[in-house]
């Protein structure tokens, strides 16, 4: 069992962009799932889908590279932790490489990435950051 999910979820992205492989396959959650929506609407994924098993069920994702098969996700980090959280007002929600990067973060309307939040005027838990 592992005691951060999400940080599996961002290892195994992660990993699985190194060694270019073409999807890569993770136990799902409500979570987990959310995060790949807006992976998918930000052009960071092509696609994934839940295959459902006698468990919690399998998230498939695939992974999206440019033409010269250099991968479109050049950072992926955590930032809040089990032993660590971090919680953002609606005027401190971070700028991820001045804007060409992108917050996911936990509100009280849903897990958005940060232009929403912005939006929505919402705070929240900063859960990751990609560029």
């Not at 250099?70 to 089990?82: A, C, F, L």
């Not at 490489?97 to 939006?119: E, F, H, Q, Y």
Request: charged residues 30%.
């Amino acid at each position: 069992m592992h005691s951060d999910p999400i940080a599996d979820l961002l290892t195994r992205i992660r990993n699985a962009n190194k060694a270019r492989f073409e999807k890569v396959e993770i136990p799902a959650s409500r979570m987990k799932i959310s995060i790949a929506k807006i992976l998918k609407a930000e052009g960071y994924i092509k696609d994934y889908n839940v295959v459902k098993d006698e468990k919690q069920g399998v998230l498939v994702i695939q992974l999206k590279y440019d033409s010269k098969q250099n991968s479109v996700m050049t950072e992926i980090k955590r930032i809040s932790k089990p032993s660590r959280r971090v919680y953002v007002s609606k005027d401190e929600i971070p700028y991820v490489k001045n804007g060409l990067g992108m917050a996911i973060i936990s509100t009280s309307k849903g897990v958005v990435p940060d232009k929403v939040a912005r939006k929505q005027a919402t705070g929240g838990e900063v859960i990751c950051t990609f560029w």
